[in-house]
T-cell receptor
Framework: AQSVTQLGSHVSVSEGALVLLRCNYSSSVPPYLFWYVQYPNQGLQLLLKYTTGATLVKGINGFEAEFKKSETSFHLTKPSAHMSDAAEYFCAVSGSNSGYALNFGKGTSLLVTP | GAVVSQHPSRVICKSGTSVKIECRSLDFQATTMFWYRQFPKKSLMLMATSNEGSKATYEQGVEKDKFLINHASLTLSTLTVTSAHPEDSSFYIC??????????FGPGTRLLVL
């Protein structure tokens, strides 16, 4: 089975500041890791994913995440926050032993202040 | 590419009636579709996994007679909430998987049962 823990249900940053959203995972098989973003009353949009290969993955809107097996982490970062980045962010994990069903973290609400 | 639609986007119904929600993959064939439920300010809870041409696999605690899932074709899955009650009010989101490990999400359906 797989699970993820997102540290911090709310994160507030100033516009232009670094965004860091934390995600730690637990998996008995090689994990597939994902970050999704959700805007109010909308579905989820894939930001980026890690399956195999390069551990630093780049996604849309300037986001990137690094898979660190030794730390069982997959933290999401963006060098400079924009007001439009304010949303709910979900980390998720899946694996071959679960039919690739996603297990989501509880989500982190990102607030960007002027 | 990889667009998933849901219909309706929102529905209000009376207690005791049944509601059908459609999930369509518009530009790819989805061997597997998933149905999630999201409570306000909460994460997504996997309800069931739907494989084309076979019975859905329900997660523990999800009533299969209450939430009927049909995956009749490679581009369409439906979720029917039978005899809906106010506690079934929620945001229902589907996702579709084209055969890779990545799921693509629909925009969600807001159900309100009066």
């Amino acid at each position: 089975a797989q699970s993820v823990t997102q540290l911090g249900s709310h994160v507030s940053v100033s516009e232009g500041a670094l965004v860091l959203l934390r995600c730690n995972y637990s998996s008995s098989v090689p994990p597939y890791l994902f970050w999704y973003v959700q805007y109010p009353n909308q579905g989820l949009q894939l930001l980026l994913k890690y399956t195999t290969g390069a551990t630093l993955v780049k996604g849309i809107n300037g986001f990137e995440a690094e898979f660190k097996k030794s730390e069982t982490s997959f933290h999401l970062t963006k060098p400079s926050a924009h007001m439009s980045d304010a949303a709910e962010y979900f980390c998720a994990v899946s694996g071959s032993n679960s039919g690739y069903a996603l297990n989501f973290g509880k989500g982190t609400s990102l607030l960007v202040t002027p | 590419g990889a667009v998933v639609s849901q219909h309706p986007s929102r529905v209000i119904c009376k207690s005791g009636t049944s509601v059908k929600i459609e999930c369509r993959s518009l530009d790819f064939q989805a061997t597997t579709m998933f149905w999630y439920r999201q409570f306000p300010k909460k994460s997504l809870m996997l309800m069931a996994t739907s494989n084309e041409g076979s019975k859905a696999t329900y997660e523990q605690g999800v009533e299969k007679d209450k939430f009927l899932i049909n995956h009749a074709s490679l581009t369409l899955s439906t979720l029917t909430v039978t005899s809906a009650h106010p506690e079934d009010s929620s945001f229902y989101i589907c996702s579709a998987k084209p055969g890779s490990e990545t799921q693509y999400f629909g925009p969600g359906t807001r159900l309100l049962v009066l």
